[in-house]
């Protein structure tokens, strides 16, 4: 029987350094600063910002969340994103994405500065991910992925990783961390043939579709790592990820949960990049 890992601790022990740098910084006379920049009210946007202010009102990173009108134009958010570039205060920016349809994000992710890019959203960052150039700054999904199995005392060196999923949020960049880490790994997508097969001989399976619950026992094999980036709502209105952690459980070794997994890490993870990047922009 498996054992389910939370994302509690792992947020803790991250926060609690957190805490710690931010002290110094301000013992120096500065305030580390995040800019969120949200259009409309999606929930899930709500729900990361709601755990970020929750969290750095906690260990003193001085966070402005500036909400625009779902139908703001393209022109408009530029000129706005152009302004929180040059705001000497604001060291990371974080735009929640997808963007509304008016928006194309391949102008848009040119606009914000890579030095204040806090999500992998500008394409110095995204190349900087696939040379593994330490100096920016990876997507914090993927990041809290990596943070969670180093947790956990997970060996990832010479492992098999199979990850379900290529998007640019979690998918391709979970892959290329852990590329990084030694691991040997397979990228499944919708076109995959005799996914369950492949999911099988993994020794960690990370998990980044969008389906709920559609990660079952078959996918897994005996005594695997599962880790369930999924947010989903399943028929009774509940949040779910896309593994059945009930079904999975009687195979694997640790799954991480969905609530209380992965998406509480991803806020501790962005707090250590605002960190990051005011130490850089102030040369420390
Ligand atoms: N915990 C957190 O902090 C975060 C969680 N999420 C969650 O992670 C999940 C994935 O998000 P995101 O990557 O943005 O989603 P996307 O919809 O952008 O990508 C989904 C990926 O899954 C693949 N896929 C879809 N259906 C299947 C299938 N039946 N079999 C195999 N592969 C399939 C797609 O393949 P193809 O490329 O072929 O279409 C695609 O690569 C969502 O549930 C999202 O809510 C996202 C961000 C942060
Ligand atoms: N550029 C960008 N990057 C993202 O990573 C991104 C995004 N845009 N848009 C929205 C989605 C959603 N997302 C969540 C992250 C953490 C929690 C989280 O902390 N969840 C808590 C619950 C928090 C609560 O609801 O109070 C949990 O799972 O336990 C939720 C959702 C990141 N996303």
Same mark, same amino acid.
């Given at each position: 029987m498996?054992?389910i890992?939370?994302?509690?601790?792992?947020?803790?022990a991250?926060?609690?350094q957190?805490?710690?740098d931010?002290?110094?910084?301000k013992?120096?006379?500065?305030?580390p600063?995040?800019?969120?920049?949200?259009i409309?009210?999606n929930?899930?946007?709500l729900?990361y910002?709601?755990?970020?202010?929750?969290r750095y009102?906690?260990?003193?990173?001085?966070?402005?969340?500036k909400a625009?009108?779902?139908?703001?134009?393209q022109?408009?958010?530029?000129?706005?994103i152009?302004?929180?570039?040059e705001?000497?205060?604001t060291?990371?920016?974080l735009?929640?994405?997808p963007?509304?349809?008016?928006m194309?994000e391949d102008?848009i992710?040119?606009?914000?500065?890579?030095?204040k890019?806090?999500?992998?959203?500008?394409?110095i960052?995204?190349?900087?991910?696939?040379?593994?150039?330490?100096?920016g700054?990876?997507p914090?999904?993927p990041?809290?992925?990596?943070e969670?199995l $180093?947790?956990?005392n997970? /060996?990832m060196? !010479? %492992?098999?990783a #199979? =990850?379900?999923?290529?998007s640019m949020? @979690?998918?391709?960049?979970?892959?290329?961390?852990?590329?990084d880490?030694?691991?040997?790994?397979?990228?499944?997508?919708?076109?995959?043939?005799?996914m369950?097969?492949?999911a099988s001989?993994?020794?960690?399976?990370?998990?980044?579709?969008?389906?709920? $619950?559609?990660?079952?026992? /078959?996918y897994? !094999? %005996?005594d695997? #790592? =599962?880790i369930?980036?999924?947010?989903? @709502?399943?028929?009774e209105g509940k949040?779910?990820?896309?593994?059945?952690?009930?079904d999975?459980?009687?195979?694997?070794?640790l799954?991480?949960?969905?609530?209380?997994?992965?998406?509480?890490?991803?806020?501790s993870?962005?707090g250590k990049?605002v960190i $990051?990047?005011c130490?850089?922009q102030?040369?420390?």
């Amino acid at each position: 029987m498996g054992q389910i890992i939370k994302g509690k601790p792992v947020a803790d022990a991250i926060t609690e350094q957190l805490a710690k740098d931010v002290e110094e910084l301000k013992g120096k006379g500065i305030t580390p600063k995040l800019t969120i920049m949200r259009i409309g009210e999606n929930p899930s946007d709500l729900s990361y910002e709601r755990g970020a202010l929750k969290r750095y009102a906690k260990v003193g990173i001085d966070t402005e969340v500036k909400a625009y009108p779902e139908n703001i134009s393209q022109e408009e958010f530029i000129e706005e994103i152009k302004k929180v570039n040059e705001d000497n205060k604001t060291h990371g920016i974080l735009i929640f994405r997808p963007l509304p349809k008016q928006m194309d994000e391949d102008i848009i992710k040119h606009v914000i500065s890579p030095e204040k890019d806090m999500d992998c959203f500008s394409p110095i960052n995204v190349a900087k991910l696939m040379s593994g150039d330490k100096t920016g700054f990876p997507p914090c999904t993927p990041t809290a992925v990596i943070e969670i199995l $180093k947790h956990y005392n997970v /060996d990832m060196k !010479g %492992k098999n990783a #199979v =990850v379900i999923g290529r998007s640019m949020v @979690v998918g391709k960049p979970v892959s290329m961390l852990l590329l990084d880490e030694n691991a040997t790994v397979t990228i499944c997508h919708s076109r995959t043939k005799n996914m369950a097969e492949i999911a099988s001989k993994a020794d960690i399976l990370v998990v980044g579709v969008g389906k709920a $619950k559609m990660v079952t026992k /078959d996918y897994v !094999g %005996k005594d695997a #790592v =599962v880790i369930d980036v999924g947010i989903n @709502v399943d028929e009774e209105g509940k949040l779910c990820g896309d593994v059945d952690t009930e079904d999975c459980l009687e195979r694997a070794s640790l799954i991480t949960p969905v609530p209380a997994g992965v998406g509480s890490v991803t806020t501790s993870i962005l707090g250590k990049h605002v960190i $990051k990047a005011c130490k850089a922009q102030n040369n420390l």
